[in-house]
């Protein structure tokens, strides 16, 4: 989803014609970014607009020689969705203080089952990777998931290169897992 001219220089955004061009050329990858993240097609949007707007507020805070436009608009982006997340969590919990939990039908409660029996080898995986600690998880996730290099996974996470090394190798180990579910090593393949 990377395009193949991205710039080095510093995003132009102080001009219609500069903020056009940034915008077209990091559209796709912000979209991928926010939509693997986010079910809702709706709250995609609105998301990725408030990355946009957020780039706006910040390109006087981009360092050229720490690295490529798109690592600094993934840094905003994980910003952006931490920041809704943790608006939702207060949300949650409002409501759940709020109103009584709905009493489920039998044949709701089996289709549930059903599902959740079918989802059981990804919900292992799933619950190894949510078991990572935040460092771990955001540094595979950027470099599997959104297909940054490590360089570039470095500079959107604020740490150096081989921080980000070192949290992959222990990612892959931690995912590794025991069992009939664990991840064997060609789907680690790609974390490498």
Request: proline share 5%; glycine share 8%.
């Amino acid at each position: 989803m990377r395009s193949p001219g991205q710039k080095t220089g510093p995003p132009d955004l102080t001009t219609h014609d500069g903020f056009g061009a940034f915008y077209e050329e990091h559209i796709d990858a912000v979209l991928g970014f926010v939509t693997r993240r986010v079910a809702d097609p709706h709250l995609a949007a609105d998301l990725t607009a408030d990355i946009f707007l957020a780039a706006m507020g910040s390109a006087s805070g981009y360092r050229p020689h720490r690295g490529a436009p798109i690592a600094w608009l993934f840094g905003i982006a994980r910003n952006v969705l931490s920041g809704h997340a943790r608006g939702l969590a207060r949300e949650s919990g409002a409501l759940a203080r709020l109103s009584g939990r709905r009493l489920l039908e039998d044949e709701d409660v089996a289709a549930l089952e059903e599902r959740i029996d079918a989802q059981r080898a990804f919900r292992s995986l799933a619950e190894r990777h949510a078991s990572l600690s935040e460092p771990l998880r955001a540094a595979l996730d950027l470099v599997v998931i959104d297909e940054l290099t490590p360089a570039e996974a470095a500079q959107a996470l604020g740490v150096t290169q081989a921080t980000v090394r070192v949290r992959l190798h222990r990612a892959r180990r931690a995912l590794r897992g025991t069992g009939p579910a664990a991840v064997t090593e060609p789907q680690l393949e790609a974390a490498r």
